[in-house]
């Protein structure tokens, strides 16, 4: 069985005391031993406050991006080592909005993969469509394609550490969610796809995500889904209140 998880992700939003006060107040709630993995994925300036607030539990802190390098001269850019070094365990890669608004292609982020597991990373991959895809019928084809790109050159004992989030990309903060068995369809597909480019145990290990306006009223039925393994959440993650009720729902 796959253990849920639910990951926020904060994008450009809070300060650094909200953040950490947020965390401190999850503590309470995140028992050892929990039933669903918990995830909060923020701006790099908040993650030293995070991992200090959530020293001790079972809540993880994720990044929304790296540079793929070590260290060097790539001003303004943040490596995997540095992730590593303040205890930041997941790192989003290829989240729409740094394809769309970054101009990250596959390539770019299979490099970023690389390095994720390079230093004890562990990534969120993002895969998803457009709108126009998705109405010209291309949805599966390209999602696999980008499953493909996304784990080239990738060992199967790290690749079944990989979590995916299918994210369309007509649905992120819009308020539009796909349908439950049309997010099942597509996650299934990603699940085969890994199956073709692994084996049966990286295809049954590794853990798939929905995002795209998942809230406190849709997550359950999104999670009853045979291979929808947890949520990818923007806008419903950032209060405490219904972020506690997607974890609820995931446990
Ligand atoms: C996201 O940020 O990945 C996301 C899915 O956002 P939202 O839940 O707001 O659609």
Redesign the pocket.
């Known amino acids: 069985m796959r253990k849920p998880i639910i990951a926020g992700?904060w994008?450009m939003n809070k300060l650094a005391a909200d953040g950490a006060r947020f965390v401190m107040s999850l503590r309470d709630e995140v028992p050892e031993g929990s039933k669903v993995d918990t995830v909060i994925c923020a701006s790099f300036i908040h993650l030293p406050f995070l991992t200090e607030a959530a020293r001790d539990t079972p809540i993880r802190i994720g990044a929304q991006n790296m540079h793929y390098e070590k260290s060097g001269a790539f001003t303004g850019e943040v490596s995997p080592e540095m992730l590593e070094n303040i205890l930041v365990d997941y790192v989003i890669l290829g989240?729409s909005?740094r394809r769309q608004y970054f101009h990250e292609d596959d390539e770019l982020i299979n490099k970023k993969m690389k390095a994720a597991f390079e230093n004890d990373l562990l990534p969120i991959v993002?895969v998803g469509e457009s709108l126009e895809q998705r109405e010209n019928n291309e949805t599966n084809q390209f999602v696999r394609n980008q499953v493909k790109a996304a784990f080239e050159g990738i060992r199967e004992g790290d690749a079944k550490k990989a979590v995916v989030?299918y994210?369309p990309i007509w649905?992120?903060?819009?308020g539009k969610t796909a349908s439950s068995e049309d997010a099942n369809e597509v996650c299934r597909t990603i699940r085969e796809t890994l199956r073709e480019l692994y084996s049966d145990a990286v295809a049954d290990e590794v853990r798939i995500q929905y995002?795209?306006?998942?809230k406190p009223e849709n997550i359950a039925e999104l999670l009853a889904q045979s291979d929808i393994d947890g949520a990818?959440?923007?806008?419903?993650?950032m209060e405490l209140e219904s972020f506690l009720k997607l974890l609820e729902a995931g446990a």
């Not at 995002?211 to 998942?214: A, F, I, N, P, R």
């Not at 990818?232 to 993650?237: E, I």
């Open positions: 992700n994008k989240h909005e993002c989030a994210e649905a992120i903060g819009t995002g795209g306006s998942v990818l959440v923007g806008g419903a993650s």
